[in-house]
């Protein structure tokens, strides 16, 4: 359980600083107060990514097994 909160929280910590960074830039530019505005957007966007991906990361990875082990069922 503590592996799976620590892992949530960093990877919805990278994906929210990536994507809230790369979608400032392309809706506003880099402005005068980019920063402040990415920094706002990242603030918003975490919490709900780490929550996201707590709550979807076991249904995720089970998915995930049944997709590569049907794969590699019809590669063998």
């Known amino acids: 359980m503590k592996q799976r909160i620590v892992f ?3 990877m919805s910590f990278v ?3 990536l994507m809230t960074l790369w979608i400032t830039w392309i809706n506003l530019g880099l402005q005068p107060n980019f920063i ?3 920094a706002k957007a990242f603030i918003l ?3 709900a ?3 996201i ?3 979807f990361a ?3 990875h089970k998915l ?3 997709i590569v082990c049907t794969w590699l069922d019809k590669s063998l």
Do not use: N
């Open 58 to 60: 076991p249904k995720v």
């Open 15 to 17: 994906l929210s600083s």
């Open 49 to 51: 990514a780490a929550s």
């Open 8 to 10: 949530s929280l960093l």
């Open 53 to 55: 991906s707590f709550i």
């Open 45 to 47: 966007a975490w919490p």
């Open 36 to 38: 402040w505005l990415w």
């Open 64 to 66: 995930t097994e049944k």
